[in-house]
């Protein structure tokens, strides 16, 4: 067998009939290689196996028609200088029109004699039918791959035809298989016991299959490697660590009884449950990396602070890192108040110091932050993507937290391990994935969930209103305000936009200055100054604002127990999970919350959200919702987590293909964890190569 590196990662331009124009191109769409060529798969199909005759044409259909150009008249140059070009053609069982507008091209193409085939729409003007614009090639060309069967239509770019697209494959498909090229990295046993087709078969049917069944093993099949593929590369991942060294025994016999027991509230039964198994993990020789999955307001914070309190009592340090400036600041404050009178050292050392980091901190205040951390003087390191910087050194670092982690990628998160030595890593995020998700997502990963909110918090009343009817939302809005209570105005822009019709945050500021004259009214969005942004929030926090108009930047973290209600402006415009977790900035106090949406709910899909968001407060059932209407690629991006793009598997329309890759790979991997069988090589080659390209996009 020719190897696969001496073939197909030959250069795009060395396709016959691509040249450097064109093959720059193909670059822009990334594709580079031969390989790439093959596993740039077609978005749909255009079936040309309905053949049809011209008298057997319906209103309607797209067919394809055999037929012989019998003449041929040009039309008036239309608008832009643009000539139309109508040709008579006929077969043996009558006539039809063909209609091509911007022809010049067209016209010196074609004469009358010539035997061409057409594909498109048919329509009638009267009894005699007519397709307009049709795509066309000549019979006489049998080497043509668009005259037959079902044809594969693929992403374009300006440049590129599906011609280009479909030559192309069909050049590297008959190379390859001439040369034995396409390489097999599923072993026979997982492609026995589940019945998968070759990888050749895959490859030309994906592309070019000639009857629909073929099309659906060979898709089949792609899928069920490409979530093998990530599938077994977490495991080797979680493999990995789990050899990576033993990681640091903190001190079993030191209790974190005495830090929850001086907390103002109890912690729920899930959130004991959470931390009993983190302390566990962080007592053991394992090097933890856990993920606490939790709906908003259900309390990982707290549960966090428990496992910092462990680490900095066993005389580590601790860092956190969060996605903004705003929700790291929240931490701070959320911190201090939960170790102030905490001392080090079982009680007898100093106090418990935390330390801020992010971008806009004065070179002054930074120099003297990174001093002190150094010489062990700060405990606990909160701040943003600044904590990753190689000036950023510990003087003994046991934990690491992240928070929001699905918003940082793979190695952003292990820049920030490689500041300690086999650290214990927790990460933390408030969007919910779907438990079928979770387990192959995450799967170099112990899963925590915490299920229950804290006792005391009241349900949040959601309502969604039309524009016509702002009114009684604003009558909410205003009860709540004159009893004491505070509230959230969101908008998706900062400022207005020639391009969408929407109210700004700015504009709704001024009108809500207006509307609500007797409150304090403040505006919050990520342009301004951080020393403007603090001003504001502490403002909020302290009660001194009653009513915020804000962008998206209050999403998570902020939590000030008073704010009553949450009014999201042109909530059409948000995606459901976004909107749950502007929601859950309410609700956190004793009192009753509301959370009203308006917007213009005409789409199907926007009336589903927005029925959605009214009906549940479930955060894993509007997971799956927006997954559902969304589609992974804006919920869950996989590129930005370092992980390998899927090309052709979907995580939402294909979880049944997933779950049975999952448990072919837990299959496989128990018996042999590091995939060095002989049978399992090529397999994990080609989990190194992706994970690799993944990384480098992330």
Not at 407 to 423: A, H, I, S, Y
Not at 502 to 512: C, F, G, Q, R, T
């Amino acid at each position: 067998m020719r190897e696969i590196s001496s073939l197909l990662e030959n250069q795009i331009g060395t396709i016959k009939g691509i040249g450097p124009k064109k093959a720059a191109y193909f670059q822009k769409m990334e594709i580079y290689t031969w390989k790439d060529v093959l596993y740039a798969f077609p978005r749909d199909y255009e079936d040309r196996t309905n053949q049809k005759s011209i008298a057997a044409l319906e209103e309607g259909e797209t067919a394809f028609v055999r037929a012989v150009v019998i003449g041929q008249k040009k039309g008036p140059y239309r608008r832009g200088g643009k000539q139309t070009l109508h040709l008579l053609a006929r077969d043996e069982t009558g006539g039809m029109q063909v209609l091509f507008f911007h022809a010049s091209y067209v016209s010196r193409q074609i004469k009358r004699g010539d035997r061409l085939w057409f594909f498109g729409k048919v329509s009638f003007a009267g009894q005699t039918p007519q397709m307009l614009h049709p795509q066309w090639g000549r019979l006489s060309d049998e080497k043509d791959p668009q005259s037959q069967g079902i044809l594969p239509v693929y992403p374009l770019t300006q440049g590129l035809s599906q011609t280009d697209r479909r030559r192309a494959a069909a050049a590297v498909l008959q190379e390859a298989e001439k040369a034995g090229a396409l390489e097999e990295y599923l072993p026979l046993k997982t492609r026995r016991l589940h019945q998968l087709c070759g990888i050749d078969y895959a490859l030309q049917n994906i592309h070019f299959p000639m009857e629909r069944r073929q099309m659906l093993v060979a898709k089949y099949r792609l899928i069920f490697e490409e979530f093998m593929i990530l599938s077994a590369g977490l495991q080797l991942a979680k493999a990995r660590f789990s050899l990576s060294g033993k990681g640091i025994v903190f001190d079993p016999g030191l209790s974190i009884r005495p830090f929850i027991e001086a907390m103002p509230y109890s912690l729920t039964t899930a959130q004991k449950r959470t931390l009993e198994q983190i302390l566990s993990d962080m007592e053991s020789e394992k090097v933890m990396r856990r993920l606490v999955q939790g709906d908003v307001g259900s309390g990982k914070t707290v549960v966090a602070a428990g496992a910092v309190y462990k680490a900095v009592m066993c005389g580590y340090q601790a860092v956190l890192m969060a996605p903004t400036e705003i929700l790291a600041r929240q931490h701070v404050q959320t911190f201090s108040q939960l170790f102030e009178g905490v001392r080090t050292e079982k009680g007898k050392g100093e106090p418990f110091r935390i330390g801020f980091l992010s971008s806009s901190l004065a070179p002054g205040q930074r120099r003297l932050v990174l001093e002190e951390l150094a010489k062990g003087r700060i405990h606990v390191l909160i701040g943003t993507h600044a904590l990753i910087q190689p000036s950023v050194v510990f003087h003994r670092l046991g934990l690491v937290i992240t928070d929001e982690q699905h918003r940082f990628g793979v190695m952003q998160r292990e820049l920030l391990n490689q500041k300690g030595e086999n650290c214990d890593t927790l990460v933390m995020t408030a969007t919910p994935i779907p438990r079928t998700l979770a387990l192959t997502l995450y799967a170099d990963m112990d899963v925590s969930l915490i299920d229950e909110k804290p006792a005391g918090r009241q349900p949040v009343r959601t309502a969604a209103f039309e524009e016509d009817k702002r009114a009684l939302a604003y009558r909410i809005l205003y009860q709540q305000l004159k009893e004491g209570r505070q509230g959230y105005v969101v908008a998706p822009l900062i400022e207005s936009s020639q391009e969408m019709d929407l109210k700004s945050a700015e504009e709704i500021y001024l009108e809500m200055k207006e509307h609500f004259a007797e409150f304090s009214v403040a505006l919050l969005h990520g342009r301004m100054k951080q020393e403007e942004k603090d001003q504001v929030m502490e403002a909020f926090q302290k009660g001194r604002i009653q009513l915020l108009v804000s962008t998206v930047v209050i999403e998570v973290g902020i939590n000030v127990p008073n704010a009553t209600v949450m009014i999201i402006e042109h909530a059409d415009r948000f995606g459901l999970s976004q909107m749950h977790q502007l929601r859950g900035r309410v609700g956190r106090g004793s009192h009753g919350a509301y959370c009203m949406l308006i917007g213009s709910f005409q789409s199907e899909v926007a009336r589903k959200r927005a029925r959605a968001m009214v009906e549940t407060d479930d955060g894993f059932r509007i997971a799956e919702m927006d997954l559902t209407l969304r589609g992974p690629g804006e919920f869950f991006g996989l590129r930005q987590h370092g992980l390998p793009e899927l090309r052709i598997a979907d995580l939402v329309r294909h979880k049944k293909i997933l779950k049975a890759a999952s448990e072919e790979t837990k299959r496989l991997m128990k018996e042999d964890p590091f995939l060095e069988k002989p049978e399992n090589r090529r397999l994990k080659r080609e989990i190194h190569r992706r994970f690799q390209s993944g990384e480098s996009a992330g």
